[in-house]
């Protein structure tokens, strides 16, 4: 298994922007896809986006399609979660989370695809 840990959270208004990052320890970690999900209160956890082992393909869901960008640089062990034009339904944890999946040909979306979690970054957008 990977080991996770998210950084980049915190307080926002409405329009604004935040990154999140994600570093993994170990040295698979170009073997894993790599997603983001967010769990608001009195919710359940929901898909964000993945990325596969390369980077070559991305996947969104469509509450954010446009909006937020996912990326990795392998060579740093990091994923990236770059959050643009945020509104106040964004507010959430964030959860980095690694499969050892590739979820051909749609992605890995779903959170049983997923072994290995972080302990997640709070993210609060203001009206």
């Known amino acids: 298994q990977v080991q996770l840990g998210e950084s980049g959270g915190g307080l926002v208004q409405a329009g604004g922007s935040l990154r999140l990052s994600c570093a993994a320890s170990?040295?698979?970690?170009?073997?894993?896809?790599m997603g983001w999900f967010r769990q608001a209160p009195g919710k359940e956890r929901e898909f964000v986006a993945s990325?596969?082992?390369?980077?070559?393909?991305?996947y969104y869901a469509d509450s954010v399609k446009g909006r937020f960008t996912m990326s990795r640089d392998n060579a740093k062990n990091t994923v990236y979660l770059q959050m643009n034009s945020l509104k106040p339904e964004d507010t959430a944890v964030y959860y980095c989370?690694?499969?050892?999946?590739?979820?051909?040909?749609?992605?890995?979306?779903?959170?049983?695809?997923?072994?290995?979690w972080g302990q997640g970054t709070q993210v609060t957008v203001s009206a």
């Open positions: 989370a690694a499969s050892p999946l590739s979820c051909r040909p749609n992605g890995c979306k779903r959170a049983p695809d997923f072994g290995s």
């Open positions: 170990g040295r698979t970690f170009i073997a894993y896809t």
């Open positions: 990325i596969t082992w390369n980077g070559g393909s991305t």
